[in-house]
């Protein structure tokens, strides 16, 4: 690209694309140059298009190029960006053209997929990094890896389409059903707003439920009412509240403690049986106390800091003296024990 703009602004012409793409992938190329309809008819329209616009253009157009890569500072909020809708009219299709079949080559020559190999590898339970309960799909000989999302829109930021760096693995619903085509730099009212940079580190979220109210929600599948979930994170940072906003963490976070709560607290109470305890109040905070304790180990794995959070809320209220909690969940430990 910079060597494009270098040649268009000296009022050159590029036509033999072999001397401009760098060496190292010059060979893996070379065939999509010459070929109708590939690399080198798509790199030609964005120079024609280009040729047709003044220089002032040109350098806003360069300067978005740049800017829309600055994936980090655009994420921190340190920079801003022209989208694609922002340029002149003549270069936009060219742009999206052009960008999207550089997404299609970074597939077609498994860049993306050793990409999601390395990322995979090293997620611990190989589940979505950003609910952290959807199960990743297993690797294996002809499996499907799960999308690697663009972070920032490639509608919006086609030049950023290619780069890595915008390429995040994502479980389907994050990416499909909440994410979908939410703009990560901005709020719905047209605010600038900070996002977590997943190949940055960032502060650990912790989430907990000690606020939550025993059976003041929703009714389970028994009738029983369920808790009233309040999630409450360890901080509340921009970064925290757009992941929030985004993804909407907390409303899937409630539907599924409903769907799971019952299940959770049965598997307790049996294993329980199998140990013959607890046969006292105190005993049952104890048990709760390590059981949420065990949970911690398991990290992410089978929604266990899910199940941590649960586990500290009960024991909470119980130890607080919350008799109508303790009878649930000794009832749960010996059925036979309330008629």
């Known amino acids: 690209?910079?060597?494009?703009?270098?040649?268009?602004?000296?009022?050159?012409?590029?036509?033999?694309?072999?001397?401009?793409?760098?060496?190292?992938?010059?060979?893996?190329?070379?065939s999509r140059l010459k070929r109708p309809g590939k690399l080198g008819d798509k790199l030609n329209n964005y120079q024609t298009a280009l040729l047709k616009l003044t220089?002032?253009?040109?350098?806003?157009?360069?300067?978005?190029?740049?800017?829309?890569?600055?994936?980090?500072?655009?994420?921190?909020?340190?920079?801003?960006?022209?989208?694609?809708?922002?340029?002149?009219?003549?270069?936009?299709?060219?742009?999206?053209?052009?960008?999207?079949?550089?997404?299609?080559?970074?597939?077609?020559?498994?860049?993306?997929?050793k990409q999601y190999h390395i990322i995979y590898e090293s997620i611990p339970s190989h589940v979505c990094p950003f609910c952290g309960y959807e199960k990743f799909d297993a690797l294996g000989i002809g499996s499907r890896y799960e999308a690697l999302d663009h972070y920032l829109l490639k509608d919006l930021y086609p030049f950023a389409a290619a780069n890595l760096l915008n390429l995040v693995p994502?479980?389907?619903?994050?990416?499909?059903?909440?994410?979908?085509?939410?703009?990560?730099?901005?709020?719905?009212?047209?605010?600038?707003?900070?996002?977590?940079?997943?190949?940055?580190?960032?502060?650990?979220?912790?989430?907990?439920l000690d606020n939550s109210e025993p059976f003041a929600g929703n009714s389970g599948t028994l009738g029983e009412p369920l808790p009233r979930w309040e999630i409450n994170f360890n901080s509340y940072s921009e970064e925290i509240s757009t992941w929030d906003e985004v993804f909407c963490i907390r409303e899937r976070y409630v539907r599924y403690l409903d769907a799971e709560f019952i299940s959770w607290v049965t598997a307790f109470g049996?294993?329980?049986?199998?140990?013959?305890?607890?046969?006292?109040?105190?005993?049952?905070?104890?048990v709760i106390e390590d059981y949420a304790s065990d949970f911690e180990l398991d990290g992410f794995g089978e929604q266990a800091f899910l199940k941590v959070a649960v586990f500290r809320m009960l024991y909470i209220h119980c130890k607080n003296g919350n008799q109508r909690l303790i009878s649930f969940l000794m009832n749960k430990v010996n059925p036979r024990s309330i008629a």
């Open 55 to 113: 220089p002032a253009e040109q350098n806003r157009i360069l300067k978005a190029f740049n800017e829309q890569n600055n994936i980090a500072l655009l994420l921190a909020c340190q920079c801003d960006c022209e989208a694609i809708t922002d340029l002149p009219l003549a270069i936009r299709e060219p742009v999206q053209i052009l960008f999207k079949y550089a997404f299609e080559i970074i597939t077609d020559i498994e860049i993306r997929h």
């Open 1 to 30: 690209m910079q060597v494009i703009h270098t040649n268009v602004a000296s009022g050159n012409k590029i036509n033999d694309w072999s001397k401009v793409i760098p060496e190292p992938y010059l060979e893996k190329l070379k």
């Open 270 to 286: 049996k294993k329980c049986q199998r140990k013959n305890i607890p046969n006292s109040e105190q005993e049952l905070v104890n």
């Open 170 to 208: 994502m479980g389907y619903k994050c990416n499909s059903l909440y994410k979908h085509t939410k703009n990560i730099l901005y709020r719905t009212d047209g605010t600038r707003r900070r996002s977590f940079d997943p190949y940055n580190k960032h502060e650990i979220v912790k989430i907990s």
